[in-house]
């Protein structure tokens, strides 16, 4: 069977992100050798994986090298850091309603949004607007530097919404 994920803003080689994205780690190379072993103990081969954009900071031949290294079918989504282009977005059906997948929230009209972009410490995993738009920020740094599940998305989902 396979398992759908969500997962943005590794900025692979980008060594300024450990100090602006609070991240827990001493140098670049720790954080990419946990990010990638995280992310291979979560994804099986079989799985499908949404990476919401600011996935690697260099350019398409090193993110076809890190890409080999990780599990998964990969669906790439555009972020700002991102040297090479791929999709601006897609449109994915969860809980029977309809997402947008974007990197940066502010260019979604939609009333769902799985987005990344938004890092620590501002950074939460999921919010609703007054207007009734509905946020889930799928950033590693909120989901111990590991890809999240469609499964855990809908619990956080249905939970939020008997919060409110």
């Known amino acids: 069977m396979t398992n759908f994920y969500f997962t943005s803003d590794h900025h692979f080689n980008h060594k300024r992100v450990i100090e602006f994205g609070h991240r827990p780690f001493s140098t670049l190379s720790e954080m990419e050798t946990v990010l990638i072993s995280n992310w291979n103990q979560t994804v099986k081969p079989s799985d499908t994986v949404f990476i919401v954009g600011d996935f690697n900071f260099l350019g398409t031949s090193n993110t076809f090298v890190l890409m080999n290294k990780l599990n ?36 979604s009209s939609y009333m769902n949004v799985i987005h990344g972009h938004v890092h620590l410490p501002s950074a939460v995993k999921i919010h609703r607007q007054k207007n009734g738009r509905l946020f889930i920020n799928v950033n590693v740094e909120l989901w111990d530097y590991k890809p999240v599940s469609v499964k855990t998305l809908s619990k956080l989902i249905n939970k939020f919404n008997k919060s409110k």
Do not use: A, T
């Open 72 to 107: 998964g079918f990969k669906v790439f989504i555009s972020g700002n850091h991102d040297k090479q282009q791929f999709l601006d977005s897609c449109i994915v059906n969860m809980l029977g309603k309809q997402f947008e997948v974007i990197h940066n929230p502010d260019y």
